[in-house]
């Protein structure tokens, strides 16, 4: 018997998952307003007169969706409505705003009360979605990276995007690392901290020794003068030691005679017409300086960014968010019991005795420096921030007035 079997196949439709709204914020969830899908008109002006009707003109984020359901595209704005018509626009701005436009056929938003919160938020959602056409801000894009002390025989510097925990002192995150390897050899030879492979067998002068024999360093550093050869028993464990606690007193911060230094070497060597060690020593000074920069800024950002700032949330009532440490600790809604007030004064309490740990975790690294960028573009809003001193005391304010409303 024959069989027919182009006949006998059937053709089932795919049946496209629902879409059921942007996820729950697990950051600010308090903060986030209620979600709008609406269905977007393929005609550009009637797709510009529904949005005037239904979007706000409030902070908050926006969701492009396709045919098949899936975010493709995911922004914020100061002002949803005015940022979303400007998709419609006949000629957009940027070519790309009328490809996301195209490819779209849904267009969800989420008020959110403050434009830091609203950044905040699009990266959460951008971590969680992956959109196609969103460019930066995805977890496999543009890595932060820490530098290191290893935990070793002989400590060295090193780049790491992942802390395993056997280094034993870490600085960062650092964003832009096109050039923080470059850094950190600089680190490595100036503070003459060995940078070969951690397999290598390291003997100290102070170790003792069955047979004395002639030593040779295992590489060209130690007789170029950058690296004291602890692979061949040239120098003690104390020496060391030392070099490795001035490498960590430089990334500390607490250094001032380095750069100095080098500066000055580096101009030696020029007027003695020594120009090949001038280069090396300018390309030294300018890493090491760039590197001092960047960890300074985290440093100041960290140093700064501690305390609560109080934004208008909805129908009177303001949004709590707590910083420590240049992260968002928690966001809470005003109190309006003395349970709530008890709840937020215990988050502030919490966020006191939290310490800046480092973290591989790519989504709090860049909510971090999300939140130390945008207070370094407006320097004004640290004065905006009530210190956690100042709203623990107005949080247990609330609490007792509410306590003697109940007593009475």
Known sequence: MLYDLEADQTTQAVAVPEFTGLGVSKILDVAVGESQLVELPQDLSEARKLLREVCPRTPGVYGWLNGDQQIVYVGKSKSLRHRILSYFAKVPADPKMGRIRRASVRLIWEPIPHELLALLREQELIHHWRPEY??????????????????????????????????????????????????????????????????TKFEFS??????????????????????????????????????????QVFLQGNDKTT????????????????????????????????????????????????????????????????????????????????????????????????????????????????????????????????TLESALETCEQIAVRYQRRAAS
């Not at 470059?182 to 397999?199: A, I, Q, Y």
């Not at 102070?206 to 120098?235: D, M, N, T, Y």
């Not at 300074?296 to 440490?325: D, M, Y």
């Open 134 to 199: 969103n460019s930066q801000g995805q977890p496999l894009r543009r890595q932060p990276a820490f530098v290191c002390l290893s935990d070793s025989a002989a400590s060295h510097a090193l780049v790491a995007k992942r802390l395993t925990g056997k280094a034993q002192s870490v600085f960062g995150p650092i964003m832009g690392t096109n050039y923080l390897q470059e850094s950190v050899e600089s680190l490595n030879h100036v503070f003459k901290l060995r940078d070969c492979s951690d397999k």
């Open 206 to 247: 102070s170790q003792l020794r069955l047979f004395e024999e002639a030593s040779r360093a295992k590489c060209i550093r130690h007789e170029l003068g950058s690296c004291p050869g602890p692979c061949a028993s040239l120098c003690s464990v104390n020496d060391y030691r030392d070099n490795l606690q001035r490498a």
């Open 259 to 386: 750069l100095k230094d080098l500066e000055a070497q580096m101009l030696v060597a020029g007027k003695q017409r020594n120009f090949e060690r001038a280069a090396i020593l300018r390309n030294h000074w300018q890493a090491l300086g760039r590197l001092d920069r960047q960890l300074n800024r985290l440093r100041t950002s960290q140093a700064r960014i501690n305390g609560v700032l109080i934004t208008p949330l909805s129908k009177g009532r303001n949004l709590w968010a707590i910083f420590r440490h240049g992260v968002l600790h928690e966001a809470m809604a005003e109190p309006r019991s003395a349970g709530q007030a008890e709840r937020l004064q215990t988050a502030i309490q919490s966020a006191f005795k939290s310490q800046p740990t480092p973290t591989s975790d790519i989504l709090a690294i860049n909510l971090k420096m999300i939140v130390h960028s945008w207070f370094g573009k407006y320097r004004d809003e640290l004065g905006r921030l009530q």
